[in-house]
Nanobody, 121 residues
Framework: QGQLVESGGGSVQAGGSLRLSCDWS????????MGWVRQAPGKERERVAS???????TYLDSVKGRFTISVDNDRMTLYLQMNSLKPEDTAMYFC???????????????WGQGTQVNVSS
């Protein structure tokens, strides 16, 4: 527990940008699959983006072209750059991951506490 720590959430107007960060210095294993999952009130969690130790990325259709997931292995940090934000992007965003596997089709086992993103129209 406490191995994934998110930061960078906040409030922004539609069209704005935010960058989320996830400190995974206590989690870093190779191979891995890491990702961002969001949950809006009254809605199910949805995987926004993932990246594995082979640098393969996947994105939710609704964020393609707007969000970018990346990893800084030196700083042991996972990022989610979110541009052209929309009100429907409002949600709690969680950093999550699996270790000892680069298979991103598996459900995430490890989770951070989440960081709130609010996008106003």
């Amino acid at each position: 527990q406490g191995q994934l720590v998110e930061s960078g959430g906040g409030s922004v107007q539609a069209g704005g940008s935010l960058r989320l960060s996830c400190d995974w210095s206590k989690f870093n294993y190779d191979p891995y699959c890491m990702g961002w999952v969001r949950q809006a009130p009254g809605k199910e969690r949805e995987r926004v983006a993932s990246i594995n130790s082979r640098d393969r990325t996947t994105y939710l259709d609704s964020v393609k072209g707007r969000f970018t997931i990346s990893v800084d292995n030196d700083r042991m940090t996972l990022y989610l750059q979110m541009n052209s934000l929309k009100p429907e992007d409002t949600a709690m965003y969680f950093c999550a991951g699996n270790r000892w596997t680069s298979d991103c089709s598996e459900a995430f086992q490890y989770w951070g506490q989440g960081t709130q993103v609010n996008v106003s129209s």
